[in-house]
């Protein structure tokens, strides 16, 4: 008597987290590589989960078309605009992968490398972080801003962080697991991805120009994400902080040493005026820089203690009756 046997192959599930904020002009344009992408994949099943971070523009209406005609496209859409680091933060909580990949909309970051990193995974690697070579399309300030960025914020990070490498990754379950346990207001993801641990690669690639459309990051959203990068892993400003401090006044006991010596041995007694307000003026400064220092580490504190949720969720859509994994904003959505 034969007994036959039926093997039943489960696939494993990759997961796509896509922030998008007012990205109508390239929407359409990033689903069809992404399901282009999809197409070349074996043995893996993917979900691909668009973030809408409280678009004024089509870009969700547009998504919602898609979604309605793929089972594989998910949508969540904030109440408000909350920023991209806390889009990713949701994608990430939302995602059910096995592994998740995250990516921005502006298809400056090829969906195609993805095909590499995860060669990398399945080789036992838990982060496959692109590193770029090349950004092509960006201006001669922006290339010598980012790439300060990055040096300066390895050298003041107590965490190593790699250079030149976005979010623009591959992480593993275990690595979603530990991110989704963190619960800091103030994010920096690739920060937090490096502080996980565990085996870590560089993938270098080429940087595109964006499709359409222009940058969310104008100066003053990215001096704000370099704060948040380097207050989120260090405490050197506040030891720099310090350090001044100390400066200041060994500088302070030459200026006392050398007012006794005019006053015991010249009869010099009232010049100096200029040396005077240079020092009041240097020591005033260096005051206000502290003062300005700690008070980012007290602000930071002082949201933290507010135990507010991270972002609001208006609705959820393609979800059905599944539902995401797990989310960290309340239960005021609605399914579709």
Request: proline share 4%; charged share 20%.
């Amino acid at each position: 008597m034969n007994i036959g046997t039926n093997i039943i192959e489960i696939h494993q599930l990759l997961s796509f987290v896509i922030p998008c904020y007012n990205e109508e002009e390239v929407i359409m344009e990033t689903v069809k590589r992404l399901k282009g992408f999809c197409l070349e994949l074996q043995n893996l099943n993917v979900e691909l989960i668009f973030v809408d971070d409280g678009s004024h523009d089509r870009t969700r209406e547009i998504l919602k078309t898609f979604a309605a005609d793929d089972h594989r496209i998910r949508i969540i859409g904030f109440a408000r605009n909350f920023g991209h680091q806390i889009a990713v933060t949701a994608g990430i909580d939302a995602a059910n992968g096995d592994a998740v990949v995250l990516i921005d909309a502006d298809l400056q970051d090829p969906p195609e490398v993805v095909h590499q990193m995860i060669e990398k995974w399945r080789e036992g690697f838990d982060v496959v972080y692109g590193t770029r070579t090349e950004r092509l399309g960006e201006s001669a300030f922006k290339l010598a801003t980012a790439r300060s960025f990055y040096r300066l914020l390895t050298r003041l990070s107590d965490v190593p962080i790699p250079l030149d490498s976005g979010d623009f990754r591959l992480i593993s379950r275990h690595v979603v697991d530990i991110l989704r346990a963190m619960p800091e207001c103030d994010r920096f993801v690739r920060g937090m991805v490096s502080w996980a641990g565990f085996r870590q690669i560089s993938l270098p690639y080429t940087r595109a120009e964006r499709f359409a459309g222009k940058s969310k990051y104008p100066l003053t959203k990215m001096l704000r994400f370099a704060v948040d990068g380097i207050i989120s892993f260090s405490t050197k400003p506040l030891q720099m902080a310090v350090a001044m401090g100390m400066s200041c006044a060994f500088l302070a006991v030459l200026g006392i040493f050398y007012a006794l010596y005019l006053r015991l041995f010249t009869n010099i007694w009232v010049e100096g005026w200029t040396a005077l307000m240079i020092a009041i003026l240097f020591i005033g400064g260096v005051q206000l820089i502290s003062v300005g220092i700690l008070g980012e580490y007290i602000g930071r504190i002082y949201i933290e203690s507010k135990n507010r949720p991270l972002y609001i969720v208006q609705e959820y859509f393609g979800y059905g009756e599944i539902g995401p994994a797990m989310s960290r904003s309340p239960d005021v959505f609605r399914k579709s």
